[in-house]
């Protein structure tokens, strides 16, 4: 489903990632780890064609990250999910219209996007808090939403960077059963973190390690 | 239709939430439509002035002393038969000393025994003969005739009308445009201060798979909202200035303004492009 072959993407100064070879299949749990600055957001980022290899490339499903055009990058973003460490919510919209507006960027119906929504919500245990706006929540509960949002469209793959960074290891631990939780109704999960306290949470996950821009090792 | 509504109500939410910005952009379209809606106006009235001088300018024609009267009537049946011409009035010998006397206050028959004075057409053009060229090409056809002896008229007047109507409608025309395009920058600078205030939506939407025209509309919704109700606001000014010109001012400038509601809606479309072109010129540097 997503394949990097011979990925170099460097910024000045040469940091950035390279060498890059490997494929993450439908359904997979992938932790990806390493120091800081080795490399894990890069790597996210070429998923998502935030960022574009300078050699090599990125496939994901039908995209291909050599070929792709620019018009056609929200329709790869359908597909894939994404929350940060920093959640990215509109602090002025409710919780629901976080979530919602992924629908209504991916031009669902209005009947639809309600009813989705809403069952998204109570599947991370977010149903009583609909009206209420980002920041009347807690830090767990804000990742919960970005969560929602980026499975209301069902992506293929959920990618998160960071995603227990501001989190208690209590709160951590629910949002790892979560995303297991997830992914095993059939969502790929693709986690980025130095929170090696995880691994084991999730048994039989894969494990992709980096540092200094290069995947150390692989299972 | 969803999507339609659902951009529509994003942004006219975008218009309440903007605050100072939005007031600000609003307020930049109605100064700017004030000055374009007086200046059109302005520029319009005098123009009219100008059409009004215009309107006084005749041609003398001047029949030879041989001609006989039948020549003179079959001449003027000519005339009348000229569609260029509006209307006209024959000035007889007779009638020629009269007129050299009240303007020059002697009488003729004091100076010479006889009158000199030939008869004499006075003919006023329609409207839109009367420019120079067709003062000319009209002139030399009547001068053809072997009846007439000379054909007269103020060719300085007509060349220094030309002149100052032209200068006034190309300056009307370039501050216009000027105008326009510096309105349209100041509104495309104060939306990018809504827009930049607001950009943790712009890269919200691109990352959950909104197209350039999904993020784009509520903004360029937005700024044309601002662009109507700017325009909105100096109608009504303008609107108040004329009446109370109209109503109570008329003793002081007697001059009546008038004007169509054509030029309110001409207003109203002026300020909803600025906003439009503006907006949409000011959402493009954030989307790459
Ligand atoms: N936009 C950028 N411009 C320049 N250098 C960058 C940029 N983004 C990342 N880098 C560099 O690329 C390298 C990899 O960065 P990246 O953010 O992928 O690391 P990371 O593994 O996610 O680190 P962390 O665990 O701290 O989030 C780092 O050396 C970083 O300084
Ligand atoms: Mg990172």
């Known amino acids: ?219 | 239709m969803t999507i339609l509504w659902f951009l529509f109500k994003e942004g006219f939410k975008g218009l309440i939430r903007s605050k100072y910005s939005g007031v600000f952009s609003i307020f930049i379209i109605t100064i700017s439509i004030m000055i374009l809606g007086f200046g059109y106006v302005a520029a319009r009235d005098t123009l009219f002035m100008v059409e009004n001088i215009r309107a006084q300018f005749d041609v003398d024609i001047f029949i030879k002393q041989t001609a006989s009267n039948e020549d003179i009537a079959s001449f003027e049946k000519k005339l009348t038969q000229m569609e260029e011409i509006e209307h006209l009035v024959y000035i007889s010998p007779e009638e020629a000393a009269v007129k050299f006397k009240n303007e020059f206050g002697e009488d003729i028959f004091d100076i010479l025994d006889y009158n000199p004075l030939p008869p004499s057409f006075t003919i006023r053009l329609k409207t839109i003969y009367r420019n120079l060229i067709s003062v000319e090409a009209i002139a030399n056809i009547i001068q053809s005739d072997p009846i007439v002896d000379e054909v007269k008229y103020r060719k300085n007047f007509l060349i220094i009308l030309e002149k100052y109507q032209r200068i006034i409608l190309f300056s009307v025309l370039g501050i216009f445009a000027v105008l326009t395009l510096i309105s349209i920058t100041l509104t495309s600078n104060s939306i990018k201060m809504t827009i930049f205030a607001r950009q943790d939506i712009i890269s919200t939407m691109k990352l959950i798979g909104a197209t350039n025209l999904f993020v784009k509309t509520p903004f360029v919704i937005e700024g044309t909202l601002e662009g109507g109700i700017g325009a909105l606001l100096a109608s009504l000014i303008i609107y108040g200035f004329f009446y109370v010109q109209n109503t109570y001012l008329q003793s002081f400038f007697d001059y009546r303004i008038v004007v169509s509601y054509r030029f309110y809606i001409g207003l109203f479309v002026l300020g909803t492009f600025m906003g439009l072109v503006g907006s949409k010129r000011a959402i493009k540097k954030f989307l790459d």
């Open chain 1, 1 to 219: 489903m997503i394949s990097f072959i011979n990925v170099k993407c460097t910024f000045h100064k040469n940091a950035g990632v390279k060498n890059l070879n490997f494929s993450i299949d439908d359904g997979e749990f992938v932790f990806l780890t390493g120091p800081s600055g080795a490399g894990k957001s890069t790597l996210l980022r070429l998923i998502y064609m935030d960022l574009f290899p300078e050699k090599g490339k990125v496939l994901v499903r039908d995209f291909d990250s050599a070929s792709i055009k620019d018009r056609e990058i929200p329709f790869l973003r359908r597909k894939v999910g994404m929350i940060f460490q920093d959640y990215q919510l509109l602090k002025d919209r409710n919780v629901y219209q976080n979530v919602a507006l992924a629908l209504y960027a991916s031009h669902y119906r209005t009947r639809e996007i309600k009813s989705r929504v809403y069952s998204i919500l109570n599947q991370v245990g977010l149903g009583h808090r609909v009206h209420h706006k980002p920041l009347e929540l807690s830090g767990g509960e804000q990742q919960r939403v970005a969560i929602a949002r980026a499975l209301v469209k069902e992506p293929i793959v959920l990618l998160a960077d960071e995603p227990t960074g501001n989190l208690d290891p209590r709160v951590s631990l629910e949002l790892i059963n979560l995303l297991n939780k997830i992914n095993k109704k059939g969502t790929a999960v693709i986690v980025a973190t130095h929170n090696y306290s995880l691994i084991p949470r999730v048994p039989g996950a894969r494990l992709i390690q980096m540092n200094e821009g290069e995947v150390t090792s692989i299972t």
